[in-house]
């Protein structure tokens, strides 16, 4: 950077005359394609490739992208709801995918957009945050969590990655709750919804939603939100998965199917 | 879609910035701040693309703050502003180029207040009062209409507020608050965020 040449900084290494051995401490947390995850063929170009890949050229790839996950705060801890649909332009690759990775006991994250860029990145977040707690002794904030996310996006901007993911976790701080997408936008908030079916979760969380829910009605909410979304949404629907981030961790709520859930709804719709 | 705006009198500068971080046709917050404190006296405010605003916005954070920690003391605001023009024009003919829009406002102990307007084509250029987004069309005439040199804060908040009472009957987007600063000799103030009607 300018700054740099103006000031006269020199690094460690050039100031010593030689190679240090030891890893440069600021090289952990770099993700991209100047120090790449993974090795990718000489001339390799994801962005030119993918703008190519288009209907106007004739191309039909339809990235995994059906989904309706939702996260929200109340004054018991943070609910989080999601769907279990994949499909694949039209067709239903699986009703049971699960789309919450479990990060470690008190961090959970939710995934949306393409399945195999969730998985991947979130593992990925998986592992960076358990060394995270084995160099500094403390678990990592929710906040931290979700940057590093935020990083690993911005390092392959433009070339294709779609991710929409809820960090969600309790720390120090109290319970948080961020959005991390693959454009590099991080938001921390109350509530969230992500996928495909975003807009009818959105209509119904926030129509239901009072700060002093008990945990029941919190539930509900919840379950509410995802069975709506699936009714209205093509692409979202098998079971609902909802997780409660508590104080002393998460738990497993439920796991209950959709059309289920709509037929004994059913009474009070039509 | 969003909306910043900025206002020099003759010993402070007035900015505000919307509050609403949409994803499409949903907003995804209320509440979002767009403005990054570079130093105690600089305010950097920015909007455009999606993760290159706080991306880029935050490394020219972190680079003034540096300069601070090894030179002793802090960039005036014109170079402030100097240095991330530089930044967004090296960035512009590589292939990931930053798609924001910034104003950066500021107050200089010798050369008194100033408020800076850059585009994502890196131009830069000192002006007395500036606005990004759809809403500058509706309300940069009212700044030409009723500016002048010599306003007291009192009267540019009243003139900042007569831009979002328009913004408020004519924009097409619902643009509900605004956080609104105020930068002077002593710092940064916050002002009483904006809001329209009953929430």
């Known amino acids: 950077m300018a700054l740099f040449e103006v000031s006269g900084f020199r690094s460690y290494s050039e100031v010593r005359g030689r190679q240090t051995h030891l890893a440069d401490r600021t090289n952990h947390y770099n993700f991209g394609t100047k120090t790449q995850e993974f090795a990718v063929p000489v001339g390799v170009d994801p962005s030119g490739f993918l703008k190519t890949c288009n209907h106007d050229g004739g191309v039909c790839i339809d990235m995994n992208h059906g989904t309706t996950t939702l996260a929200f705060k109340f004054r018991h801890g943070v609910i989080v709801a999601v769907d279990s649909r994949a499909s694949a332009g039209r067709y239903l690759a699986s009703n049971d995918v699960n789309k919450v990775i479990e990060i470690n006991p008190y961090l959970l994250g939710t995934m949306s957009g393409s399945a195999a860029d969730c998985q991947y990145w979130e593992r990925l977040l998986a592992k960076e945050c358990r060394l995270y707690r084995l160099r500094n002794n403390h678990r990592i904030s929710v906040a931290a969590a979700s940057k590093l996310l935020c990083n690993m996006m911005l390092g392959y901007r433009g070339m294709g990655l779609s991710v929409g993911s809820m960090i969600c976790g309790w720390d120090k701080q109290g319970p948080g709750l961020y959005y991390v997408d693959d454009n590099g936008t991080r938001l921390s908030g109350r509530m969230f919804s992500t996928g495909c079916g975003n807009g009818y979760a959105y209509g119904v969380i926030d129509s239901g939603y009072r700060e002093d829910m008990t945990v029941e009605e919190a539930y509900e909410l919840g379950r509410r939100g995802i069975a709506h979304a699936t009714h209205r949404d093509a692409y979202s629907g098998g079971v609902v998965n909802m997780y409660h981030m508590q104080e002393d961790g998460w738990i497993k709520v439920c796991k209950e199917d959709v059309s289920e859930l709509i037929h004994r709804y059913r009474k009070g719709m039509f | ?199």
């Open chain 2, 1 to 199: 879609m969003e909306y910043l705006i900025g206002i020099q009198g003759p010993d402070f500068v007035l900015v505000a910035a919307d509050n609403v971080a949409a994803s499409s046709i949903i907003q995804m917050k209320h509440d979002y701040d767009k403005m990054f404190k570079l130093s105690e006296k600089i305010l950097l405010l920015c909007v455009g693309e999606a993760g290159d605003t706080v991306q880029f916005a935050e490394y020219i954070q972190k680079n003034v703050q540096l300069y601070k920690m090894r030179n002793g003391y802090e960039l005036s605001p014109a170079a402030a502003a100097n240095f991330t023009r530089k930044n967004l024009a090296d960035y512009l003919r590589s292939r990931t180029p930053y798609h924001v829009n910034l104003l950066l406002a500021g107050y200089d102990d010798t050369d008194g207040p100033g408020l800076f307007y850059m585009d994502y084509l890196s131009s830069l250029a000192k002006a007395p009062f500036a606005a990004h987004g759809y809403g500058a069309f509706l309300t940069l005439s009212i700044l030409d209409r009723y500016y002048r040199p010599d306003l007291t804060r009192d009267e540019a908040v009243d003139l900042l507020k007569k831009c979002i009472e328009e913004l408020n009957k004519r924009f097409i987007l619902n643009l509900p608050s605004f956080t609104v600063r105020l930068i002077d000799k002593e710092g940064i103030h916050d002002l009483e965020k904006l809001t329209h009607g009953a929430k």
